[in-house]
């Protein structure tokens, strides 16, 4: 939900191909079928589970940030293979996307706490959240220690220094507002990866030393 997609996971050593709800039903798509009131084993993606949660908590991490520092709002998410955007109502300048980044992974070094909890109403009622939507029962808050909180029901790590590194690696004008696109912990490791082979093709290629391509 909320921009990210579901778990993955083995069902009787059949991969699931996605999981659906309907009607308060939880439905998990399988390539072919499972014998009828067998009992089977079950396993969780959790490196995959992880990667999101790192990302997660990541954007919240920056989400926090650009509405303490400029007063924009987050207006979209999504959390795509290895990546993830987030909508911004506002422009940001290049220099300011770089104090973002820098600050974002301060509060990640820091190792501040990440806390989910269901506050009561009354609770909710003098609690300052970001949130989308208007809620009013049942909500799951996401507090970052020091730096943000959000209504929000997607898994998150426990600390922000399991997410390891964000980097933001493009941020363009849309709606009126900014895209940045990111990429955090174990998704930022692959990204860098990938960067420095291409670099190191490149400067094969070339005869030049890699600082110098």
């Known amino acids: 939900?909320?921009?990210?997609?579901?778990?993955?996971?083995?069902?009787?050593?059949?991969?699931?191909?996605?999981?659906?709800?309907?009607?308060?039903?939880?439905?998990?798509?399988?390539?072919?079928?499972?014998?009828?009131?067998?009992?089977?084993?079950?396993?969780?993606?959790?490196?995959g589970r992880f990667r999101k949660m790192q990302s997660h908590t990541a954007?919240?991490?920056?989400?926090?940030?650009?509405?303490?520092?400029?007063?924009?709002?987050?207006?979209?998410?999504?959390?795509?293979?290895?990546?993830?955007?987030?909508?911004?109502?506002?422009?940001?300048?290049?220099?300011?996307?770089?104090?973002?980044e820098t600050r974002a992974n301060i509060v990640i070094f820091s190792c501040r706490r990440v806390r989910a909890y269901y506050p009561n109403s009354e609770e909710l009622k003098i609690l300052e959240y970001r949130s989308k939507l208007d809620l009013t029962d049942n909500v799951r808050i996401v507090e970052i220690e020091d730096t943000d909180m959000c209504a929000c029901c997607a898994p998150h790590v426990?600390?922000?220094?399991?997410?390891?590194?964000l980097k933001i690696i493009d941020a363009i004008?849309?709606?009126?507002?900014?895209?940045?696109t990111m990429v955090a912990g174990l998704d930022a490791l692959a990204d860098y990866r990938a960067r420095c082979e291409q670099i190191r093709q490149v400067s094969t290629?070339?005869?030049?030393?890699?600082?110098e391509v």
């Open 59 to 100: 954007e919240h991490i920056v989400s926090g940030l650009v509405h303490s520092m400029f007063g924009y709002e987050n207006v979209g998410f999504h959390l795509g293979d290895g990546y993830m955007t987030a909508d911004f109502d506002g422009e940001i300048s290049r220099e300011d996307i770089d104090r973002i």
């Open 173 to 180: 004008r849309y709606k009126g507002g900014m895209r940045l």
């Open 1 to 47: 939900e909320g921009g990210q997609s579901c778990d993955g996971g083995i069902i009787g050593g059949i991969k699931v191909l996605s999981v659906d709800e309907f009607d308060g039903i939880i439905i998990h798509t399988l390539p072919s079928p499972l014998a009828v009131g067998a009992s089977v084993p079950c396993r969780l993606d959790y490196i």
């Open 158 to 165: 426990e600390n922000t220094g399991e997410v390891g590194l």
């Open 205 to 211: 290629a070339i005869s030049a030393k890699q600082s």
